[in-house]
């Protein structure tokens, strides 16, 4: 399922023998230049793109189209495909990039990006060689760039929502979706003490530190700092301790459930009918409909509302975008054709087809339009508020110890004060995230 292997993507990998990529950086002093490569020079030449099996599966004719468009000004080129699953991509891209044997274009989780960027494992690319580069969404633009200098493009987004059931939240009093988190907070009250202790009013596992990590970037702090070129863990400042507090307060009124889960299956738990509310991707309410998880006798497919999560700031709550995005291997033989197909697979009547399967464009001006769909407008709204990874080298490691996720689990448990495991996660992010994996 595509929806829920972009929620897999935040899981870090480490690079096996990636350590001997790090000298070929040296070696690729130009960048890679989209749309630069000449003709005569491609007859009998592949480029080899390693996608993940989503491309298969839901758009191959992007993939073709893309493959048409540089083959046609490049004739004789071939392009050939490989495609992966989530689980299994990193550690075949690891493997070969141990060897001269490289593929030419590789999608990455948004997330994984890091790594590889500090490893000088991706060629540096020219971002205005690529369309709708100036616009790139600021969460997705952050992932691709690394000490100021472009590794990537972005492929596509997925942002988070609120969805609730209309008909729980019309039994308890309230008929309209909240715009602000005392609006939210108070209607979640009502909702809460119609259905009993039992009940979810919202439910949010503890461990979706894509969720939790919001509260931190709503009151103005982040997961670190970089000050004088050295990553710091933030998360004790005065304002990460506010959102984290809030998170805490919002987790313990209306969270029943157990305190030690992440979020890998909250559709199915959605699905059975415990819960009023979930902030989750969007694919993962209407799973929760599909009837295979549906367990309410089929009340979920007409009583699903979306909306903007307020955030207690007063402003909407600001989303971490999971996404894709396209590299070039620093060993690839070549750099400028595999940037051309990159731009050809990512270019504005690309983003078109994308956005009709259901994702985020991968820039604003084409957010816009999907704004005024009826259909789209809660989740391209969510979009245009946006936090990012520390771009750290050490990043991968953070994410590979579940620091977030353990931190969050022992504020909600009670195992630890907001203030401690705050502590603790700065301790355990400040041994890692200035050392390259």
């Known amino acids: 399922m595509k929806r829920k292997l972009i929620a897999a993507i935040g899981v870090a990998t480490m690079i096996v023998g990636i350590a001997a990529c790090g000298s070929d950086k040296k070696d690729d002093g130009k960048k890679a230049d989209a749309g630069s490569s000449s003709s005569a020079t491609t007859t009998d030449k592949t480029i080899t793109v390693w ?60 997330t994984e990006m890091v790594p590889y960027m500090a490893e000088g494992a991706f060629a540096e690319l020219d971002a205005s060689k690529f369309d709708n580069s100036a616009q790139w969404l600021d969460g997705l633009k952050q992932s691709v760039n690394y000490d100021g200098k472009t590794y990537g493009v972005p492929y596509y987004a997925a942002a988070r929502i609120a969805t609730w059931r ?12 909240p715009k602000s988190w005392a609006e939210l907070t108070g209607d979640l009250d009502k909702i809460q003490a119609k259905e009993g202790a039992k009940f979810n009013a919202w439910y949010q596992p503890s461990r979706d530190w894509y969720a939790g990590l919001s509260f931190v970037y709503d ?36 969270m029943h459930g157990d305190l030690t889960k992440d979020e890998s299956d909250r559709y199915i738990v959605y699905g059975q009918g415990k819960s009023a509310m979930i902030y989750a991707p969007g694919w993962e309410a209407p799973s929760a409909a599909d009837p295979k998880f549906d367990k309410t006798g089929g009340k979920l497919k007409d009583n699903l509302v979306n909306f903007v999560m307020p955030g207690p700031s007063g402003k909407a709550l600001p989303v971490f975008l999971g996404g894709s995005d396209l590299a070039v291997p620093s060993k690839s033989k070549n750099t400028d054709l595999a940037s051309e197909w990159i731009n050809d697979f ?33 989740t391209a709204t969510a979009a245009e508020s946006s936090w990012f990874v520390p771009t750290a080298p050490g990043w991968g490691s953070v994410e590979k110890a579940q620091t977030m996720q353990t931190m969050l689990q022992n504020i909600a448990t009670g195992k630890q004060s907001v203030q401690d495991a705050a502590k603790a996660a700065d301790a355990a992010m400040d041994k890692v995230l200035n050392v390259k994996n």
């Open 346 to 378: 990512t270019n504005t009547q690309s983003q078109t087809t994308l956005m009709s399967k259901g994702n985020l464009p991968n820039n604003n001006t084409q957010l816009a339009t999907l704004k005024a769909d009826p259909a789209n407008t809660v």
């Open 219 to 254: 009151a103005g702090g982040a997961i670190a700092t970089n000050e004088g070129g050295q990553w710091k863990g933030s998360l004790e400042s005065p304002a990460a301790i506010q959102g984290l507090t809030a998170w805490k307060d919002a987790i313990g009124k209306y």
């Open 166 to 177: 209309k008909d729980i939240a019309a039994a308890a009093g309230v008929t309209a979706t």
């Open 51 to 110: 996608l993940t099996v989503d491309a298969q599966h839901n758009w191959p004719e992007l993939v073709k189209a893309a493959d048409d468009a540089i083959i046609a000004k490049h004739p004789g080129l071939k392009v050939k495909h490989e495609y992966y699953a989530w689980p299994d991509k990193n550690a075949k891209l690891d493997a070969v990039l141990a060897t001269d044997k490289a593929p030419d274009v590789v999608e990455m989780g948004n």
